[in-house]
């Protein structure tokens, strides 16, 4: 199915079962342990044994010599598995180093050797009795140092490095009022439940993987490319993932590893990656320096607008992409963005809960609140004065649908944003200086090339196939929806089945793509089964009624289920996505609203409450939704107040590499949210009318806490985390 032109009316729009907040249907799997991870796939194959990981303890160099000896001859040692055992590897499309490193070194813990072992607690054993002799070479670790080196990037994930309309030089120069600041955020890990992990195991030259992976389809074509055999020689399984946020949206070492320990020791092998490990062997969020230049005439318009960011990564890596919001949010006659790329030996930056609006907006926001305060306007007045219904750096194409202002009125209004004081520092509560904040949110709509499969039986039962993934944002309920929907029939009657090579390939789980692009997938399948039902039945497709598991056509009346009496009635199409994202911007949109406390003495700052007003097209399910959004609230507290990977700059790599090191908000952070979400369609975006909504719930959080921080205490902290250290300096006298 082509989706070309906006949609029309369609079976959709009835949300007897789609946009209601229904339960997950996973649901009693997850809380009664039914639901089977990676690595608990204990009885799909026989005789398993255990992987245990060897990570690199220089940043860049290479290895001189390795001693695997000891480690071979240890009790229950199956296989070792180094670069020269594997032999010639490649590397994977969306991979920046080597899983598998040797003799060269690419960053720290890079995975170097694999013990197999008849148990974890031998292979662990194993691998503590590896030697290894390093030849280190000097590396770039910090990014502040990097930063006069850096290049404009060129890769394609950087397009365009570089925008510019208007004079803004010129602008900025001669603008009445002007702000000029830098802001930084620091390297941000995944912490995720489940760390990546696989089960792997040979039949022949055809390879199996249960593992924990976001992008099933991505996955399987980068480990051919690694392994060097056929893509169709490979099966990916991926049911349920225990969090994925970006870290599983690649191929990770597990992966790679588990299926060359299963060629050596010629027995399936199971792996986790250790939790200190999985911090510098994995993907993170660079850390940023961004410079933001506002320029606005007295009344507050914005007459110049620009933003430069810099962030590193390894050889061949690409930016975090902290400016795309920047060109699209404000209007601004003279406009700059710009990004520059600095070669750092710390471990693969990469995708992170919504990468690049996430930390760019946590800069920007917090300059937008500066500017309205030297404009002396309200934060609010000042950005709704500074909308724009038009992208801003080519006014003729149009936004979709964008109500930003409409955000901020209903969220000032529910939140009691009147009664928030203008002069920080003025409202108290006891011990507590309080504060509110706001921020907008933004994240842009992505859409993507979906599959599935939908099959009728004779018992009216309707089952969807889909490589699609659940990392736990609710894909196989709002998937059951939609099918229930299109076929007439209750959620009871549908089985969904994802996260499997062999279905039909889906946009998978990332980028606030997901939810939108798959459901449109099976919808498109959908209605090339509701045509074969109808067809089977002699019935006129177009003029077919599916409802409360019949299907009706004028006065005729007849079972679903009669369609499928003489064998399974199958309907499996993918939906192809023309040029309307290019005639109109798609968008999402929110407001954040924060109330925070900060302890006048020791400048501990406490979440009081918290407000997220979301513009995201027709939401699916608002029970997952609101799930999803307060969820990504949290994480955004999270990189406002706690989350920073301390760099060693001296050894290249990241020193809290454990959770206990790496502080992430716990349930007594955050005591109270609310979510509203608009009542709205948006045809331009695929045939369910939907956008994403998942990472929106993130973006402009950390700025929103920032700013509600400022009007508590008067201290402006551009430097995340805002700790209690970047505070006490300067607090108001108790």
């Known amino acids: 199915m082509k989706f070309d032109i906006p949609a029309t009316q369609n079976p959709i729009d009835r949300q007897s079962i789609v946009g209601q907040p229904r339960d997950r249907v996973d649901g009693p799997l ?34 001189a010599s390795m001693d695997l ?78 930063k006069g080196r850096a290049i404009k990037p060129t890769g394609e994930d950087s397009s365009p490095a570089d925008t510019q309309v208007g ?35 040979w039949d022949g030259d055809k390879l199996t993987l249960w593992t924990s992976n976001q992008m099933i389809d991505w996955g399987v074509g980068d480990l051919a490319q690694t392994l060097r055999i056929p893509k169709a020689n490979i099966r990916l399984v991926s049911p349920f993932i225990g969090g994925g946020f970006g870290g599983k949206l690649f191929l990770r070492a597990d992966a790679v590893l588990a299926g060359l320990g299963a060629r050596a020791a010629k027995r399936p092998v199971k792996i986790a990656l250790q939790r200190p490990l999985m911090f510098n062997n994995t993907t993170h969020r660079p850390a940023t320096i961004q410079r933001i230049r506002i320029g606005a005439d007295r009344d507050g318009r914005i007459t110049a607008i620009g933003h430069e960011s810099w962030s590193g990564d390894l050889p061949d890596g690409g930016p975090e992409l902290a400016v795309q ?4 949010l404000y209007a601004g006659a003279n406009r700059m963005t710009a990004m520059r790329l600095a070669v750092l030996d710390l471990p ?41 219904q038009v992208d801003p750096e080519k006014p003729k194409r149009p936004f979709s649908m964008r109500r930003l202002n409409e955000c901020f009125k209903i969220g000032a209004e529910r939140f009691g944003w009147d009664r928030r004081l203008a002069r920080p520092g003025q409202s108290r509560d006891g011990r507590w200086l309080v504060g509110i904040g706001v921020a907008a949110a933004f994240r842009n709509n992505l859409v993507m090339k979906s599959a599935a499969r939908v099959r009728l039986d004779a018992h009216g039962t309707v089952t ?57 997938g099976v919808y498109a399948a959908c209605v ?35 369609a499928a009496e003489s064998g399974p009635v199958v309907g499996e199409d993918t939906i192809e996505y023309g040029d309307l994202d290019e005639t109109h911007q ?39 939704a609101r799930s999803q959004v307060i969820g990504a609230m949290t994480m955004g507290v999270g990189a406002a107040l706690m989350e920073e990977l301390a760099v060693d700059t001296r050894r290249g790599f990241f020193v809290n590499h454990d959770l206990a090191g790496y502080e992430v908000p716990v349930h007594a952070d955050i005591p109270h949210q609310e979510v509203i979400f608009l009542e709205e369609t948006d045809p331009m975006s695929s045939p369910m009318k939907a956008k994403g909504v998942g990472e929106l719930g993130i973006c402009g959080v950390g700025a929103a806490v920032a700013n509600a921080i400022y009007n508590a205490t008067g201290v402006r902290v551009r430097n995340y985390p805002i700790t209690l250290d970047k505070l006490l300096e300067h607090m108001p006298s108790a």
């Open 586 to 624: 798609q968008s999402t949109f929110g407001a954040h609203f924060v109330e925070v406390g900060v302890d006048v003495a020791t400048a501990e700052t406490r979440i009081r409450r918290m407000l997220a007003v979301c513009s995201a097209g027709r939401i699916l399910n608002p029970k997952t």
């Open 30 to 63: 997850k809380v009664t342990g039914g639901a089977r991870y990676a690595y608990e796939q204990h009885d799909v194959v026989p005789n398993q044994a255990y992987g245990y990981v060897l990570g690199a303890t220089i940043a860049k160099g290479r290895i």
């Open 69 to 146: 000896k000891a480690a071979r001859a240890s009790a229950g040692v199956l296989a070792v598995v180094t670069a020269k055992e594997a032999g010639k590897l490649g590397k994977g499309k969306r991979n920046t180093a080597k899983l598998l490193g040797g003799p060269e070194i690419a960053h720290y813990h890079q995975a170097v050797a694999l013990v197999v072992a008849e148990t974890f607690e031998q292979a662990r054993a194993a691998a503590s009795l590896i030697r290894v002799e390093y030849a280190q070479t000097k590396g770039a670790f910090d990014l502040e140092a990097a």
């Open 464 to 520: 969807v196939e889909t490589d699609m993934t659940d990392i736990g944002t609710g894909s196989y309920t709002i998937i059951a929806q939609t099918a229930a929907e299109m076929l007439g029939v209750g959620l009871d009657k549908v089985v969904v089945r994802l996260g499997d090579s062999r279905f039909p390939v889906s946009a998978g789980s990332g980028g606030q793509w997901g939810a939108n692009s798959s459901t449109a």
């Open 167 to 201: 004079d803004f030089a010129g602008a900025f120069a001669t603008a009445p009022v002007a702000l000029d600041q830098t802001y930084t955020t620091p390297d941000h890990s995944h912490a995720m439940m489940e760390p990546p992990a696989t089960l792997a195991a």
């Open 325 to 328: 919001q920047t060109r699209l």
């Open 528 to 562: 090339k089964l509701r045509e074969t039902v109808a067809q089977k039945l002699g019935i006129n497709s177009a003029e077919a009624v599916f409802a409360n598991g019949e299907v009706r056509a004028g006065n005729r009346s007849m079972p679903l289920a009669s």
């Open 348 to 388: 693969e930056g990469n995708a992170m809960r919504a990468p690049g609006e996430a930390p760019g907006l946590m800069a920007l926001e917090i300059a937008m609140d500066e500017m309205a305060e030297k404009l002396g306007m309200d934060p609010i007045a000042f950005r709704a004065l500074n909308d724009t």
